[in-house]
């Protein structure tokens, strides 16, 4: 088959190279497809799937299978919430991406990097305020609750933001009530009275209504001052409530309430912005420009000449007197309509509509027409303003407004502003775009409708409103870079590096900016701080990014050295979505050196699908400060001590002194493994259960105890047995089988004295008188006695009952012979006695 494919092949660049040559007709072509028709019938499909993968079924092969690009499987589409699966290279970078929804590896997985991703969600309000602290310890006073914080970490000393006459408030959502005992919502807002390096004071008394009492591990935020006005503002971020996600900011928070304290609102329900907006070409306000221009501009576009004229004389205007006695024509009369006019004298003002003057009530409009009447280029007795760009065919003066203005060319770029002419021209003479220049070259705020964005922008750079632009698309790729980051669990240093360096190009000295398009709303704010020199030391920006998928709270500060290279990159935020929440910090040195710190938390469902909820900390070191608590079952206390319900540890560890490794246990003197318990030590030896005795001895011994340690007395193993409610039944040791080199103890008495529960065999040496000789009282039932009169002492021992009998009767008995042996045996009510001569 192969031989026929390599001829088919040759055929065919033999035909191609005839054709362009000129030396084969169709008639040879087709003879030879013929041939070659003949020749593929002769075929077989067999033969054919030995060298080709099938297309119309199942199909296999031995050989390796090389795709340059990749493979997709299924109806694929990416992303967390895609379908099918994908294997490909990427062409610029060579590196290779898989795509799944389940991997299951059957023996091992080996990963360089393991990165976790997962739809999650969080819920919580954020409040960001001149300062906040974790309560650690609450002691109560005569009139103030005193809340400390932690003064360091270990590694930076913290310090007291807050001030006297703050107030601070804690506020929890979050528990639903009566399902937990002992725990519910929390909620206080006091006045802070005091503060010291480490604490604040509350005050008891003054206080919202209903104001909980301050406990261990409170997050307390500063909400409002009494006084002082720079610390009465607020930002808060909720993501739950009717309104919710939301961006609310607060001004003048001086009690206990935020009613009437909004004056920023971004939410799915309402939007609200209260505040002064100055336009970045006139100078003036808003409110001011929007009341002084009440004229109808639609009647005005609709004048041929796209213009109307203001006219400022001393009387008052009629169709007899200057200026309509000019306009002799109903075609002059209708040019001018809708001209304005002001008398000097009356203050008074007019409209011409419709051929005749009518006067102006609208009190605004009167307004500014007397504040335009002031100006020295209304001296002439008029001032003209075009809605629409001046032709040549139009005369202006210095002084005459171009308003909504747009223009591109000669140099300058003007969209919707407002224009002052400062070169005047005739009729007929050309128009020039220099003729023009912005009604205010100062801009301290700027309103701007983009179309597919509004842009609210504060700025004192020369670039105005493009600064600020950049500022708000940096902070919004930012804050989509910060989110990205979050959910993987990655960072990239050199795509820091890029941020930093396009921010530099772009951020003026202060900017700040609020954009609110369909996708986003966002408020960054940015500065540019520069040395003696006027190198850039530091480029700051700060700023909240809220999406439909997530919320970003993100700072960010880029240092630069004496060279203007960049030295270090700090970035830290917060990021939330539906099911996720991550706060982290993270820094980038020149040298490639990236630390990133991060907290999230987020749900996720076993294959049941039982909800799971997790919570992961990633960074260099974690300080857990107070007390420790996980699952009610594993308790770290303050001083370390920790309590544990049930642990397994598989690689060993070392507990008071104990090192668990393995199979065994040991601490020094004692080993505990799967087989034995042995303790060595101070020259005495014990094991406990199997092969415990020394490898000499060649035998299996489950109870090995030698005790040769020097001593007045040596005792290997002690039992006793006294609990049974039947005395004979009390039983130290019970054998089945033989005792190996038995022994009893032996004690000698030279006088008289009491026996004790160890003795067994007395000897008793006297002289110069018969002694008596003690038996225990109430021993255990069977306890044995053998006492034995030594030979050629002289004297014997008189044996006692010791308060019972000796075989019911008597209460003391003399050896009188040498070698007169007594067997006594507790009976549990009285001796048995017998005597017996050795």
């Known amino acids: 088959?192969?031989?026929?494919?390599?001829?088919?092949?040759?055929?065919?660049?033999?035909?191609?190279?005839?054709?362009?040559?000129?030396?084969?007709?169709?008639?040879?072509?087709?003879?030879?497809l013929d041939w070659l028709n003949e020749g593929l019938k002769k075929i077989k499909l067999e033969e054919l799937a030995k060298i080709f993968l099938r297309k119309d079924q199942d199909e296999s092969t031995n050989y390796l299978l090389t795709m340059f690009a990749g493979a997709l499987f299924g109806n694929f589409s990416e992303g967390p919430l895609g379908s099918g699966a994908c294997v490909k290279i990427d062409p610029i970078t060579g590196k290779s991406y898989i795509e799944v929804d389940e991997l299951f590896v059957r023996m091992k997985a080996y990963f360089t990097e393991l990165i976790i991703a997962t739809l999650r969600h969080v819920g919580g309000n954020y409040i960001l305020t001149p300062a906040s602290m974790k309560c650690i310890k609450v002691e109560e006073l005569a009139d103030v609750y005193r809340c400390y914080f932690k003064k360091t970490d270990g590694d930076r000393t913290i310090h007291n933001e807050f001030v006297p006459g703050d107030q601070a408030t804690i506020r929890e959502f979050n528990i639903e009530s009566g399902m937990h005992e002992n725990i519910g919502n929390r909620y206080y807002w006091r006045l802070v009275t005091a503060i010291?390096?480490?604490?604040?004071?509350?005050?008891?008394?003054?206080?919202?209504?209903?104001?909980?009492?301050?406990?261990?591990?409170?997050?307390?935020?500063?909400?409002?001052?009494?006084?002082?006005?720079?610390?009465?503002n607020a930002i808060i971020l909720s993501s739950y409530g009717d309104d919710a996600p939301s961006f609310k900011q607060y001004k003048g928070i001086d009690g206990y309430t935020l009613h009437n304290k909004e004056v920023t609102v971004l939410s799915p329900t309402l939007n609200k912005l209260i505040g002064q907006f100055i336009s970045s070409t006139t100078g003036e306000n808003f409110d001011d420009m929007?009341?002084?221009?009440?004229?109808?501009?639609?009647?005005?576009?609709?004048?041929?000449?796209?213009?109307?004229?203001?006219?400022?004389?001393?009387?008052?205007?009629?169709?007899?007197?200057?200026?309509a006695s000019d306009w002799t024509t109903p075609e002059l009369k209708e040019l001018h309509d809708q001209d304005l006019f002001y008398n000097r004298t009356s203050g008074l003002a007019y409209r011409f509509e419709d051929g005749a003057w009518i006067e102006i009530t609208d009190q605004y409009t009167v307004k500014a027409l007397e504040n335009a009447a002031k100006a020295q280029d209304t001296a002439d007795g008029k001032r003209r303003v075009f809605v629409a760009q001046p032709t040549n065919a139009q005369a202006y003066d210095i002084g005459d407004l171009w308003v909504n203005a747009t223009y591109?060319?000669?140099?300058?770029?003007?969209?919707?502003?407002?224009?002052?002419?400062?070169?005047?021209?005739?009729e007929g003479a050309a128009f020039s775009i220099s003729h023009w220049k912005p009604s205010s070259a100062a801009t301290t705020a700027y309103l701007e409708n983009l179309g597919d964005r509004i842009l609210a922008a504060v700025t004192d750079s020369a670039e105005g409103i493009e600064a600020a632009k950049k500022l708000a698309n940096q902070g919004i790729n930012d804050a989509y870079d910060a989110y990205w980051k979050a959910v993987a669990s990655g960072d990239a240093a050199s795509k820091a590096q890029k941020d930093a360096d396009a921010l530099g190009d772009t951020v003026s000295k202060h900017a700040t900016a609020i954009q609110q398009t369909k996708e986003s709303i966002s408020a960054l704010a940015g500065k540019i701080t520069f040395d003696a020199n006027g190198k850039v030391t530091n480029i700051n920006t700060s700023g909240l990014v809220t999406t439909s998928d997530f919320n970003t709270l993100l700072s960010k500060k880029v240092t630069f050295d004496a060279n203007g290279k960049v030295t270090n990159i700090s970035t830290s935020g917060l990021v939330t979505t539906s099911d996720f929440a991550g706060l982290f910090a993270s820094q980038a040195t020149e040298d490639g050196l990236v630390k990133r710190a991060d907290i999230s938390t987020f749900i996720t469902s076993d294959q049941a699908g039982n909800l799971i909820s997790n919570a992961t900390i990633q960074a260099d070191q974690i300080n857990f400060t107070g007390k420790t608590i996980i699952n009610d079952n594993f308790v770290v206390s303050t001083d370390g001590a920790m309590t544990v319900r049930n642990m397994t540890v598989t690689d060993g560890c070392l507990i008071a002194g104990f090192r668990i490794s393995g199979s065994s246990l040991s601490s020094g003197k004692m080993t505990i493994s799967d087989r034995n318990i042995l303790f060595s030590g101070d020259d005495i030896t014990a094991g406990l259960g199997i092969n415990t005795a020394p490898a000499a001895l060649g035998l299996n011994v489950p109870l090995w105890i030698n005790n040769n340690s020097s001593a007045d007395k040596c005792i290997a193993a002690r039992f006793s047995a006294t609990g049974a409610a039947e005395k004979e039944n009390n039983i130290a040791l019970a054998l089945i089988g033989c005792i190996s080199g038995f022994a009893v103890k032996l004690r000698s008495m030279t006088s008289g004295?009491?026996?004790?529960?160890?003795?067994?065999?007395?000897?008793?040496?006297?002289?110069?008188?018969?002694?008596?000789?003690?038996?225990?009282?109430?021993?255990?039932?069977?306890?044995?006695?053998?006492?034995?009169?030594?030979?050629?002492?002289?004297?014997?021992?008189?044996?006692?009952?010791?308060?019972?009998?000796?075989?019911?009767?008597?209460?003391?008995?003399?050896?009188?012979?040498?070698?007169?042996?007594?067997?006594?045996?507790?009976?549990?009510?009285?001796?048995?006695?017998?005597?017996?001569?050795?």
């Open 1 to 32: 088959m192969a031989d026929q494919q390599q001829l088919i092949d040759e055929l065919i660049d033999y035909i191609d190279k005839a054709v362009l040559k000129n030396s084969v007709s169709n008639r040879h072509v087709a003879e030879v």
């Open 196 to 232: 010291g390096d480490d604490y604040i004071d509350l005050s008891k008394t003054d206080c919202d209504a209903n104001s909980d009492v301050p406990t261990t591990d409170d997050d307390i935020c500063q909400l409002g001052n009494r006084n002082d006005r720079s610390r009465q």
């Open 290 to 323: 929007f009341k002084a221009l009440q004229v109808d501009m639609a009647l005005i576009k609709e004048q041929t000449d796209k213009e109307y004229t203001i006219w400022f004389f001393e009387h008052v205007p009629a169709l007899n007197n200057i200026p």
């Open 408 to 426: 591109s060319g000669g140099g300058v770029t003007y969209k919707n502003d407002s224009l002052v002419c400062i070169a005047a021209k005739t």
């Open 753 to 838: 004295g009491y026996l004790t529960l160890e003795d067994c065999f007395v000897s008793c040496s006297f002289t110069g008188s018969d002694q008596n000789v003690y038996l225990p009282k109430d021993p255990p039932v069977g306890k044995v006695y053998l006492i034995k009169r030594w030979p050629n002492t002289g004297k014997g021992p008189i044996v006692h009952a010791n308060g019972s009998t000796l075989n019911g009767g008597a209460t003391s008995d003399l050896l009188k012979e040498n070698n007169h042996l007594a067997i006594c045996i507790w009976g549990g009510k009285s001796w048995s006695y017998n005597k017996i001569s050795l």
